[in-house]
C-alpha cells in the first residue's frame, strides 16, 4: 500500500470519512436501527457477525468509492476480517481507493471535572504494529467533553496528544477526538476552552508528524479555522454527534475546510431488509448529501 497516495488524499482530496467503528456498547444500537433486534442473535460472537456482514455490505456497495469517500474508520474486529476475500485495510483501498483507520480506544471513564477520559489501552504498540503491517494509515481515540471546565478539558488534550505521540511513533497518523456532547449545558463554552487548548498542544507536539482532528461542528462557525491551516494538522474533521443528517450537514456547511466524518448520520435509513439496489441507493443519496456538506460551503 502507498503510504504518500494516502497521506495525499487525505490532505488534499474532497470527500468524506466513514465512522465505520462501531464497538460493543453501541453494537446493538447500530444493529436495531439496521433492522436487526437484539432477539435475532444470543451472544456477542453472533453480534459481532452480524454488524461485520452489514459493514461489508456498506464497503462493498457500488457507491461507497474513494470518489466521495476517502477514508473509513474501522473496529478492531472489522480490520481483522475479510470483504470479497481479502483484508479489510487491502480491499478499501486496493479496490474501493478508500484509506483505513482503526479505532483503538477501549472506552471510558466516569465523568470527572466535566469530562470522561479514555480507560487504558492494554497491548496498544502490539495493536499498532499490526494495524500498521495490514495496512491501516492511521488511528481515530475519542474522548468525551461534557462541561466548560478548563482543568477537566486540559486533561482530556493532555491525554490525546500523549497518545497521538505513541501512535506516531508507529508511523500511524493519529485522529484525535475530544467530543463536545451536543447535548452540553454550555456547549460553546466548552468548544472554546477546547480550542484553545488544542491550539496549545498542537503548537508544542515534539518531532514533526502530523495529525488529524475531530470534533464536534462547533456552535461558533469556522472556530477551528486556525487549526485547519496549522501545518502540523493534516485535516480537522466533523462528528456528527446525534445531530439528524440534514442538521448535520447545514451545520457543516458553515466551518470552511472541515470535512464530514460520520457514523450515526451516514447510516440512517440503511435497512437489512433492502434489496441490495435499494441498499445502494439509499447509501448513494447520503453520500451525495454528506460530500456536499464537506466541500460546498455557504
Known sequence: MSNDRMKSQMSTKAGFIAALDQSGGSTPGALKAYGIPETAYSNDEEMFRLIHEMRVRIITAPSFTGEKVIGAILFERTMDGEANGKPVPTYLWEERGVVPFLKIDKGLEDEAKGVRLMKPIPGLDTLLARAAKLGVYGTKERSVINLPDREGIAAVVKQQYELAHQVASHGLVPIIEPEVLVKSPDKKGAEAILHDELVKATNAMPGD?????????????????????HPRVERVVALSGGYPLDEACERLKKNHGMIA??????????????????????????????YDASVNKI
Open 209 to 229: 508528524y502530523k495529525i488529524m482532528l475531530k470534533v464536534t461542528i462547533p456552535e461558533q462557525a469556522d472556530l477551528y479555522a486556525d487549526l485547519v491551516k
Open 261 to 290: 466524518s460520520f457514523s450515526r448520520a451516514l447510516l440512517g435509513g440503511l435497512q437489512h431488509g433492502m434489496s441490495d439496489a435499494e441498499f445502494d441507493a439509499t447509501l448513494s443519496k447520503t453520500i451525495d448529501k454528506i
